[in-house]
T-cell receptor, first 112, second 115 residues
Framework: AQKVTQAQTEISVVEKEDVTLDCVYE???????LFWYKQPPSGELVFLIR??????QNEISGRYSWNFQKSTSSFNFTITASQVVDSAVYFC?????????FGAGTTVTVRA | SQTIHQWPATLVQPVGSPLSLECTVE??????LYWYRQAAGRGLQLLFY??????ISSEVPQNLSASRPQDRQFILSSKKLLLSDSGFYLC??????????????FGPGTRLLVL
């Protein structure tokens, strides 16, 4: 069985601060995929990134960056210079076969 | 480009009434389709997934059922709703071929309140 843990339930920051979301996963597979999704107040899940288990390069996309460390089974997500529009629930997910197992999510509130 | 639609957007139903939620995908063929439920303040729970017409896999025993009458149509149903069926229902699709780790793309969701 696989499991995804997002230990931070809620994070509140002031605009322009950086925020890092932690994600720790468990799996017995050697090939697997990790994802991050954003759920704004409207409710729709927005895909942010997909990473396979063989690619440990960090990735940056604008103000978003991801740090994948296989040795510690972590796939952390950082928002640099946060903005009010970043306020949302962020989910980390692990794929095995056809299915995604989601973490419980981290609610990020960015205050102006 | 691919788009995914869900309707209705919101629904308020009495306990014991039937339910039918519909999801359709455009711009792709033979997608994998998924139904998730998100209870208030909680994570997502996979309910059903389908890799083809008439092929449904259930993840959690429950009061709900799913059907896939057409390639790009996925329906979630119930004969008699329970209070515990309230939640936010999300449909998703991913690429065909049964490949591991395909990205899932989600629809706008249906908010269901059972009273």
């Amino acid at each position: 069985a696989q499991k995804v843990t997002q230990a931070q339930t809620e994070i509140s920051v002031v605009e322009k601060e950086d925020v890092t979301l932690d994600c720790v996963y468990e799996t017995r597979d050697t090939t697997y995929y990790l994802f991050w999704y954003k759920q704004p107040p409207s409710g729709e899940l927005v895909f942010l990134i997909r990473r396979n288990s063989f690619d440990e390069q960090n990735e940056i996309s604008g103000r978003y960056s991801w740090n994948f460390q296989k040795s510690t089974s972590s796939f952390n997500f950082t928002i640099t210079a946060s903005q009010v529009v970043d306020s949302a629930v962020y989910f980390c997910a692990l794929s095995e076969d056809y299915k995604l197992s989601f973490g419980a999510g981290t609610t990020v509130t960015v205050r102006a | 480009s691919q788009t995914i639609h869900q309707w209705p957007a919101t629904l308020v139903q009495p306990v014991g009434s039937p339910l039918s939620l519909e999801c359709t995908v455009e711009g792709t063929s033979n997608p994998n389709l998924y139904w998730y439920r998100q209870a208030a303040g909680r994570g997502l729970q996979l309910l059903f997934y389908s890799v083809g017409i008439g092929q449904i896999s259930s993840e959690v025993p429950q009061n709900l059922s799913a059907s896939r009458p057409q390639d790009r149509q996925f329906i979630l149903s119930s004969k008699k709703l329970l209070l515990s069926d309230s939640g936010f229902y999300l449909c998703a699709w991913s690429g065909t071929g049964g490949n591991v780790g395909e990205t899932q793309y989600f629809g706008p969701g249906t908010r269901l309140l059972v009273l």
